[in-house]
């Protein structure tokens, strides 16, 4: 059975840290991209960050570009998004998502087979 549980949010001051976790659960990660979504309050889930299988590259949202990074430990089935100089906007519930894929990101959120439930961050001083 397959599984995504992530982890790690909570509240967080601007301009910290915060690091969210996946634990993916019947998947082999060889074979599957990974990818990070976000859904604002009152607005539709939209794509944070994506690892790509067939290359190991991975692609970031621009308004997230030089503050998360995305990491994957094989070995232990986990794919990290760590959050730096976190702002007000990046305040939603993140999920993580996983599908079948030969190629390389961005992948669209109708593509993505598998979903966490989601972890919610919030942003406040």
């Known amino acids: 059975q397959v599984q995504l549980v992530e982890s790690g949010g909570g509240l967080v001051h601007p301009g910290s840290s915060l690091t969210l976790s996946c634990a993916v659960v019947g998947l082999d990660l060889r074979y599957y991209a990974i990818a990070w979504f976000r859904q604002r309050p009152g607005q539709a889930r939209a794509g944070v960050s994506c690892v790509a299988n067939s290359d190991g590259s991975t692609r970031y949202v621009e308004s997230v570009e030089g503050r998360f990074t995305l990491s994957v430990d094989k070995t232990k089935k986990t794919v990290d998004l760590q959050m730096s100089r976190v702002r007000e906007e990046d305040a939603a519930v993140y999920y993580c998502?996983?599908?079948?894929?030969?190629?390389?990101?961005?992948?669209?959120?109708?593509?993505?087979?598998?979903w966490g439930s989601g972890t919610l961050v919030t942003v406040s001083l």
């Open positions: 998502s996983a599908t079948y894929w030969d190629r390389p990101c961005p992948i669209d959120e109708v593509d993505m087979k598998y």
